[in-house]
């Protein structure tokens, strides 16, 4: 019994020692270190960032790359459109302004040749051009702050009047205005038919019926012309023919060519400048080549004169032209009658 009771003392001796011992190697930590340490270990592990973790983000930079490149485009193609309009309105609109400058000098040229009309001869032969305005066929030069006007008065006399004129006479002008014999012989018949009242077409002519057969959206006259450029309705006159563009047209500047550079104006020998509808005159040897009569070369009382005033403004081109036809009565508060206006 003894040795039972000690047998039994000494396991529960050994027992209480290996508890102590065990008690001894538990240490308790702080709350926080253990967070820490769950925190650490619960914590997942990035994959190391290779070739093969780069490559998706490298070509989403280059598609924004692209697609910025592409709106810059886009913006750079549309501020050229605008600008590039902006400078075509900004040019029509200075295109518009001078020749609305050149149309108020041309109109200033006018008032100045109104205002010297009656004026004595010149006494000197050497007395400046400028200072004595006579209806002698002469270029005259007023200058403004703006620009200049170019003036020319001519006697409507010496022209050939051509609701008068024969087809002789009418083939003697378009010659010297240029036409070949051929051309002369043709268009003077349709000229003369033109005005003439009856509907019997002349051997090169053309009628009534001869302008609804060429799909043309009038009819001959069959009277008098009431303004000289009527004669452009006429199949076959062109603009070249009437005007005389680059025909010559300088020679009709005479010293004032140089200052004038880029006013064009009617050629001297251009059914424009060789006819009227006034006056009686059918013989075309006297206003030939710009030769007039002396007897008209001054201000007349009850003559009919024609002013072309051609302004240009300072700024440049366009030049603009005003065509008068006036005639001097030297009396009255005006002492002179406008017949015609019309801008060219």
């Not at 549309?78 to 302004?97: C, Y």
């Not at 020679?251 to 006819?275: H, K, T, W, Y």
């Amino acid at each position: 019994m003894n040795n039972i009771a000690q047998s039994l003392r000494r396991k529960t001796e050994d027992g209480k020692r290996k508890t102590e011992n065990g008690r001894q190697k538990t240490k308790i930590r702080p709350l926080s270190s253990v967070a820490r340490t769950t925190r650490r270990n619960t914590t997942p592990k990035l994959p190391s960032a290779g070739p093969e973790a780069l490559r998706p983000l490298s070509s989403v930079r280059g598609v924004v790359l692209i697609a910025v490149l592409w709106i810059c485009a886009l913006v750079m193609w549309f501020a050229f459109q605008i600008s590039a309009q902006t400078r075509l309105l900004g040019e029509d609109r200075m295109h518009s302004i001078r020749d609305s400058q050149a149309i108020y000098l041309a109109l200033g040229g006018c008032y100045e040749a109104l205002a010297r009309m009656g004026q004595a001869p010149a006494l000197r032969k050497d007395q400046p051009i400028d200072l004595n305005w006579q209806p002698d066929g002469q270029p005259r030069t007023v200058r403004y702050n703006s620009g200049i006007a170019v003036v020319v008065i001519e006697p409507e006399e010496t022209k050939v009047n051509v609701n008068s004129a024969q087809t002789v006479q009418l083939r003697q002008v378009l010659q010297n205005a240029g036409a070949d014999e051929l051309t002369s012989e043709k268009l003077a018949d349709r000229i003369f038919d033109f005005i003439n009242a009856d509907n019997i077409p002349r051997p090169r002519g053309m009628e009534k019926y001869d302008y609804i057969k060429a799909s043309l959206n009038y009819v001959p006259f069959n009277g008098p012309l009431t303004d000289l450029d009527q004669l452009l309705l006429v199949p076959g006159v062109s603009q070249q023919l009437f005007y005389g563009y680059g025909n010559g047209t300088d020679e009709g500047m005479g010293e004032s060519r140089g200052s004038c550079q880029d006013i064009v104006v009617p050629a001297p020998n251009s059914l424009f400048s060789l006819l009227t509808i006034y006056g009686g005159n059918t013989n075309s040897s006297p206003g030939l080549g710009g030769q007039q009569a002396s007897v008209f070369k001054f201000w007349r009382p009850g003559g009919i004169y024609r002013i072309l005033s051609f302004g240009k403004s300072a700024n440049g081109p366009p030049s603009a032209g005003v065509w008068l036809t006036v005639r001097y009565t030297s009396s009255g508060e005006k002492p002179y009658q406008i017949l015609s206006r019309k801008v060219m």
